[in-house]
């Protein structure tokens, strides 16, 4: 089992733990048992389509016997209107799945919805828009699917796939040099492949990374003439990515500079779900 297969399944089941209880009292007693019937999940707003892949799942973990017709795949471009798939199987199973699987397509597809937006604000330049780990607790691992189904790329998972040293950690080590050198010996004691990313507040600080030698530069709070002077000054020598206040409107300003990455918080944390509901058919 995989481990994005093992948080998913764990999300899974403490959502059905905490909605259902000792029982969906509701559907219980208004619905036999052998009742069997169908289900469409249908579109009300435009936007972009996921999470077809998790609500299979959560059909699947909760009653194996619940037939699912996909009609449209994750990543597609929905209008209201449309119907993204069929679920037949006992009524009972229908009714009982159906809230979280809203929640958790509803959610994952305003993410990717809003994602696709603001990739499609960079077209022509290179520069791809990133996520950040200001994510739902435990929902993380689907947000972050949302964020790739959407055209974005995931920054990283969490603290354990990428040395990320932000300002905080520059200054309880005493200082860019101790850190960077630091997290460079902790990797080959430990022999960790990790890469390291160090987050810069002024230029000064920017030319100790690129002396001390990182994979990635973060400009914090730089303006857009300042991200187009650090890019110069980088001239490839390592990866950049902008961030810190970075509005939708701003966006372009920063990727015309020719940074490689811009991360955007706004993609997992202050997102609007994308309408759809799922009625007997």
Not at 32 to 58: C, D, F, N, Y
Not at 136 to 155: C, F, S, W, Y
């Amino acid at each position: 089992m995989t481990k994005e297969k093992e948080l998913i399944d764990k999300l899974i089941d403490l959502a059905f733990a905490e909605d259902i209880g000792d029982g969906d009292h509701t559907t219980l007693s208004c619905i036999p048992e052998t009742a069997i019937g169908k289900s469409k999940l249908l579109i009300k707003e435009k936007g972009v389509l996921a999470g077809i892949e998790v609500a299979k799942e959560i059909f699947n973990r909760f009653d194996p016997t619940m037939k699912v017709e996909v009609f449209i795949q994750d990543g597609t471009e929905v209008n209201p209107g449309d119907v993204a798939m069929i679920v037949e199987g006992k009524v009972q199973s229908l009714l009982q799945t159906e809230r979280l699987m809203l929640n958790v397509m509803q959610r994952m597809s305003g993410i990717a919805t809003m994602t696709r937006k603001y990739q499609n604000q960079l077209e022509g330049t290179h520069t791809r828009v990133l996520d950040t780990r200001k994510t739902t607790p435990g929902m993380r691992i689907i947000e972050k699917m949302a964020v790739k189904i959407g055209g974005g790329v995931n920054h990283r998972i969490g603290l354990f796939d990428m040395i990320l040293i932000k300002d905080n950690h520059v200054d309880f080590a005493g200082g860019i040099d101790k850190a960077v050198n630091r997290a460079k010996e902790y990797c080959k004691t430990h022999g960790k492949d990790l890469k390291i990313e160090l987050e810069v507040r002024n230029f000064d600080e920017l030319q100790q990374a690129l002396e001390l030698g990182v994979d990635r530069v973060m400009f914090d709070n730089f303006t857009p003439e300042m991200t187009k002077k650090a890019v110069e000054i980088v001239n490839g020598q390592c990866e950049t990515e902008s961030s810190g206040g970075i509005t939708f409107d701003t966006l372009r300003d920063y990727a015309v500079c020719g940074v490689d990455f811009i991360s955007v918080g706004a993609l997992t944390h202050s997102v609007k779900g994308l309408d759809m509901s799922f009625k007997a058919c």
